[in-house]
Structures are given as structure tokens and as C-alpha cells.
């Protein structure tokens, strides 16, 4: 299997699991929506890898970050967002256009970070509260 195999594999599964988290979002089923939030961030930094082994250097990550910087967390935004930014990354990876690719999985996976981040917040909250 080469390399753009295996990273479009990965950004699939990501996408089933973005999937199965939005289903659990609306079933609001904890466990599934923090299992699959797992399972894509997983998936998309094993892509991530891949791109980076590809482009060794190449790229300058730094200037791929969504606009305007994150500060208020709507999951569910979020998650559209990154579901959007995953589609165009397997686009632009059959289409051959490997940095466009890797860019929009990086993007993705900037959303995924933030909604991770404010789960981990909003835990931390709920310990001090008790």
C-alpha cells in the first residue's frame, strides 16, 4: 500500500468516525461522542504523519490555522467545519493535489483539537464544582 493509500484510508476512517461522534452528539451519548472524538483525532494526526514523512520540510504548517483564532466552542459548528475541511482533504488527495491535502487535514484537525480542549475544560469545571 503506498503512502497516499494509506493517508487516504486514514482521512476515511476520520470521516466515519466524525460521523459516528455526530450521532452520538445528538443522541448525546457521552461515551460514543468521547470514543469516536478520539478515534478521529487518532486518525487524523496518523495522516497528518504521513503528509509530513511525504513533504519532509516542505511545508510551513504555522499559517494553516482557521480564521478568526478560536475562542468560543460550538461544538457542533466545529465539527461541520471539520467534517467540511476532511471531505475537501480526500478531494484534493484523489485529485492528486497532496499539499492542498494536507492542508485541509490540518485545518481539520485544528477543529477537532479546540473541541477536545473544551471538553477537557468543561470537565476540569465540573471537578472544581464538586
Known amino acids: 500500500m503506498t503512502a ?25 451519548d457521552e461515551s460514543s461522542f468521547i470514543d469516536s472524538l478520539w478515534h478521529v483525532a487518532a486518525e487524523l494526526e496518523y495522516a497528518l504523519f504521513l503528509f509530513s514523512v ?3 520540510g516542505e511545508s510551513d504548517t ?19 467545519e ?8 480526500e478531494t484534493y488527495l484523489l485529485n492528486g493535489k497532496l499539499m492542498d491535502a494536507y492542508k485541509n ?7 477537532i483539537f479546540k473541541v477536545q480542549e473544551d ?5 476540569r469545571e465540573a471537578l472544581k464544582k464538586k
Open 4 to 28: 497516499n493509500e494509506k493517508t487516504l484510508k486514514a482521512l476515511k476512517s476520520a470521516t466515519n468516525h466524525l460521523e459516528n461522534l455526530m450521532l452520538a452528539l445528538d443522541k448525546k
Open 54 to 56: 511525504t513533504f519532509q
Open 62 to 80: 504555522s499559517r494553516w490555522k482557521p480564521n478568526p483564532e478560536l475562542k468560543n466552542v460550538d461544538t457542533e459548528q466545529f465539527l461541520a
Open 82 to 89: 471539520a467534517r467540511n475541511f476532511l471531505s475537501e482533504a
Open 105 to 111: 487535514a490540518y485545518i481539520a484537525r485544528h477543529y
Open 119 to 123: 471538553l477537557a475544560k468543561k470537565k
